[in-house]
C-alpha cells in the first residue's frame, strides 16, 4: 500500500470522524435529557428515515466486506450468506416489528413483562440482550482493528490497539452526548455512503464485463480455479455431513437471529407509530436487498478481475475482497483513480464499522440502565437518573468491548457474529414469539425460555471446534471439543423454544388470562402503545 492511499485514506476517515462528532454535538445541544430521547430519539423519525438507520445499523464491515470475500473465494456456497441474511427480515417484517412496537416501550424486556412478573423477567432478557451485544461488539471492535489497520498499511500491533481504543472512544462519545437522536443520523449518513459506494463500483464491475453478466460469472468461474464447481452447490458445505448440518445451523441463527437482536428492536421504538415501524422495515428491505444483489456483482467481479489467489494472500478470510477490487478498478496500484476508490472503500468500512458499534452500545446500554437498574433496583428511578446511569453503562461497555477486542486481536472473529445471532434466537426470539402468541405464557416459562436458549448457546461454542481440538482454533494446543457444529444454533434454538414450554407447563403458577388479552388487543391495534 503506498503513502498516496494511506494520506487520502486517512483523510476521508478523519472527515467523517469530524461530520458524525458535529452530528452528536448539535443534537446535545438541543436535547432534553428525558429517556425517550436518550432511547427512542423522541419517536420522531420518518418512516425512511428510520429505514435508512435500520440499514446502516445491519449492514456491517462483515457484509460489506466479509460476504463479498466469501462469494469471491466459494462462489454459491458464499451466495448462500445472502439469502439467510436477506430472508431474515421477512421474519422480522411479519413477526416482529409493529407487534413489538406496539407492546413495549424501549426494550424487549418491555414487550414481555407487560404479561409477567417483572423483576426475574428484566433479569434475564437484560442479560440476554447485554451478551448478544458484548458478542456482536467485540467482533466490530476486533474487526475495527484488523481492517482499518490494513487497509491503512499498518499491519503493527500497535496500529491495532490503537485503531480499536480510537473506535472504542468514538462510540462512547456517540452514545453519551447524542443518544438515539444523534446514533440514528450517524447510521443515515453510513447507509447513504455505504450504499452509494457499492452503487458505484458494481457499475464499474458490470461496465467491465460490458453488462454482460453470464461473462461475469463465466470468468469468475476460470479464475476460481473450480471451473463450474465454482458456480455449483458444494465448495464450501459440500463435504461431509458435518458441514451441512453446521450450514444448517449458521442458516437458522442468521434467519432467525434478526428479530432477537437488540439494536434491531431498539429502532422500531424510535417512529410514533406501529404503522410506522412497518413502514420502515419495508424501507430497510429494499435498501438492505439492494445491497445484498450488488455483493453477489462484487463478489463474482472480485473472483473474477482479481481472483481468488490474490484476494487469499491478502487476508485468509477473503476480507480485503472489496478494496483489492476498488484498486484494480480504479486502474491499479499506482493510478490515481485506483488510490482513489481504495481510500473511499477504506473510509466506507470504517464508517461501517462505527455506525454499528454506535448502534450496538446504545442497545446494550439501554439494557442495563432501563432493564437491570431502574426496573429492578430502583423501581421508581427518575427517567433523569436512568439516562445518566444509561450514559455510564456506555462508558462500560466501550472499556469492556475495548479490552476484549485487544485480547482477541489476533483470532478469527466471524465465529463472534454468528454466536451473536445464534444466542438472539436462542434466547431472545423463544420469549419474544411465546410473549406475543401463547396464551398460556408464564413468568417461569419466559426466564426459562432465556436461559434455556442462552446457556447451551454459549456451553456448545465453548465445547465446538471454534474454540479447540483444531489448527484453526482460539486454543489449538488444547483440546475439549465435544460438539462437532461450529454454530449451536441446530441444537440451542430448539432448546430456547422447548425449554420455555416446559418451563409454562410445569409452573404452578396460572397465566394472566387478563394481560395476554390486553397484550394481544394493544400489539394487533395500537391502542395504549406509548
Avoid at 423522541?42 to 435500520?54: D, K, V
Avoid at 422495515?281 to 453477489?296: A, D, E, P, Q, R
Wanted: glycine fraction near 12%.
Amino acid at each position: 500500500m503506498t503513502g498516496n492511499h494511506q494520506t487520502l485514506a486517512l483523510l476521508l476517515f478523519s472527515a467523517f470522524v469530524a461530520v458524525t462528532l458535529g452530528i452528536t454535538t448539535w443534537v446535545s445541544r438541543n436535547r432534553h435529557g428525558s429517556a425517550e430521547e436518550f432511547y427512542a430519539g423522541g419517536r420522531l423519525f420518518s418512516p425512511m428515515e428510520n429505514g435508512f438507520a435500520i440499514s446502516g445499523d445491519y449492514m456491517s464491515a462483515a457484509s460489506f466486506l466479509g460476504v463479498t470475500g466469501l462469494i469471491s473465494l466459494y462462489g454459491y456456497d458464499g451466495l448462500l450468506y445472502v439469502v439467510g441474511f436477506l430472508v431474515a427480515w421477512l421474519v422480522v417484517l411479519f413477526l416482529a416489528a409493529e407487534l413489538v412496537r406496539n407492546c413495549g416501550r424501549f426494550t424487549l424486556a418491555d414487550v414481555v413483562a407487560a404479561r409477567m412478573n417483572e423483576r426475574p423477567v428484566r433479569i434475564a432478557a437484560g442479560t440476554s440482550s447485554v451478551t448478544v451485544s458484548v458478542l456482536y461488539l467485540v467482533a466490530q471492535m476486533v474487526g475495527a482493528g484488523s481492517l482499518v489497520a490494513l487497509l491503512l498499511g499498518g499491519s503493527s500491533e500497535a496500529a491495532r490497539n490503537w485503531t480499536v481504543i480510537g473506535v472504542g472512544a468514538l462510540m462512547v462519545i456517540y452514545v453519551s452526548l447524542g443518544g438515539m437522536r444523534a446514533t440514528t443520523w450517524i447510521q443515515i449518513v453510513k447507509a447513504v455512503l455505504l450504499l452509494s459506494g457499492s452503487i458505484a463500483l458494481t457499475v464499474l464491475v458490470l461496465v467491465r464485463f460490458h453488462g454482460d453478466v453470464n461473462e461475469l460469472l463465466r470468468s469468475a468461474a476460470e479464475r476460481s480455479g473450480h471451473g463450474d464447481a465454482f458456480l455449483a452447490p458444494g465448495l464450501k458445505y459440500g463435504g461431509d455431513w458435518t458441514a451441512r448440518f453446521d450450514f444448517i445451523s449458521l442458516g437458522l441463527a442468521l434467519v432467525l437471529g434478526t428479530a432477537g437482536l437488540p439494536h434491531i428492536l431498539a429502532r422500531f421504538y424510535t417512529v410514533p407509530t406501529a404503522r410506522a415501524a412497518r413502514r420502515s422495515v419495508v424501507w430497510s428491505i429494499g435498501l438492505i436487498g439492494g445491497f445484498y444483489l450488488m455483493t453477489i456483482v462484487l463478489g463474482f467481479g472480485a473472483a473474477a478481475i482479481v481472483g481468488p489467489e490474490a484476494v487469499r494472500g491478502a487476508n485468509a478470510a477473503g476480507n480485503t475482497a472489496v478494496p483489492l477490487l476498488a484498486l484494480d478498478l480504479g486502474g491499479g496500484a499506482n493510478s490515481a483513480g485506483g488510490t482513489v476508490l481504495f481510500a473511499v472503500v477504506a473510509a466506507i468500512a470504517f464508517a461501517t464499522i462505527l455506525a454499528v458499534v454506535a448502534g450496538i452500545t446504545l442497545a446494550s446500554s439501554a439494557s442495563v440502565a432501563h432493564d437491570l437498574y431502574a426496573s429492578v433496583r430502583r423501581r421508581h428511578a427518575k427517567p433523569r437518573s436512568e439516562v445518566t446511569v444509561a450514559r455510564t453503562a456506555a462508558v462500560g461497555i466501550g472499556v469492556v468491548a475495548i479490552a476484549l477486542g485487544l485480547l482477541a486481536r489476533d483470532l478469527n472473529v466471524a465465529f463472534l457474529v454468528g454466536l451473536a445471532f445464534a444466542v438472539a434466537a436462542s434466547a431472545n426470539l423463544p420469549v419474544l414469539l411465546y410473549s406475543l402468541f401463547w396464551r398460556s405464557f408464564t413468568t417461569r416459562g419466559a426466564v426459562w425460555a432465556v436461559y434455556g436458549g442462552l446457556v447451551p448457546a454459549l456451553l456448545l461454542v465453548l465445547l465446538s471446534p471454534v474454540v479447540s481440538g483444531s489448527p484453526d482454533s482460539l486454543f489449538p494446543s488444547v483440546d475439549f471439543q465435544y460438539f462437532p457444529l461450529q454454530n449451536p444454533g441446530l441444537v440451542s434454538i430448539p432448546l430456547g423454544f422447548l425449554a420455555g414450554w416446559l418451563g409454562t407447563v410445569t409452573s404452578a403458577e396460572p397465566p394472566d388470562e387478563a394481560k395476554y388479552a390486553e397484550t394481544e388487543v394493544r400489539s394487533l391495534t395500537g391502542a395504549g402503545a406509548v
